[in-house]
């Protein structure tokens, strides 16, 4: 199980930090991804890092404002977001396919098969005035 947190309003260049801490399964042996999803449009992937040798991707949307980690000791990954924008408005949620590495797409526009990750619930981040 996947559980996000972290979620909140905040002004437009803030910051915030999202957790995704998994429960019945060791978070570092998977691949794990960050996606959002905004009101009338498609789930597009965020970030990932991957369990083999937790290398990271980035949407270019998020590159150099968005960072991914991960703390095996609290089996907890993290999504901090800087200089936050209104078009960041969107439901996050974290998710795995369950391989080894993440897949390349990250790196570019990813629109993920549902059915392909195990999700969590999501967490809304609102960026506004």
């Known amino acids: 199980q996947l559980v996000e947190s972290g979620g909140g309003l905040v002004q437009p260049g803030g910051s915030l930090r999202l957790s995704c801490a998994a429960s019945g399964f060791t978070l570092d042996d998977y691949p794990i991804g960050w996606f959002r999803q905004a009101p009338g449009k498609e789930r597009e992937g965020v970030s990932c890092?991957?369990?083999?040798?937790?290398?990271?991707y980035y949407a270019d949307s998020v590159k150099g404002r968005f960072t991914i980690s991960r703390d095996n000791a609290k089996n907890t990954v993290y999504l901090q977001m800087n200089s936050l924008k209104p078009a960041d408005t969107a439901v996050y949620y974290c998710?795995?396919?369950?391989?080894?590495?993440?897949?390349?797409?990250?790196?570019?526009?990813?629109?993920?098969?549902?059915?392909?990750?195990?999700w969590g619930q999501g967490t809304q981040v609102t960026v506004s005035s």
């Open positions: 890092i991957s369990g083999s040798d937790d290398s990271t």
């Open positions: 998710g795995t396919d369950g391989t080894e590495n993440c897949r390349t797409e990250f790196s570019g526009t990813y629109y993920p098969r549902y059915e392909d990750y195990a």
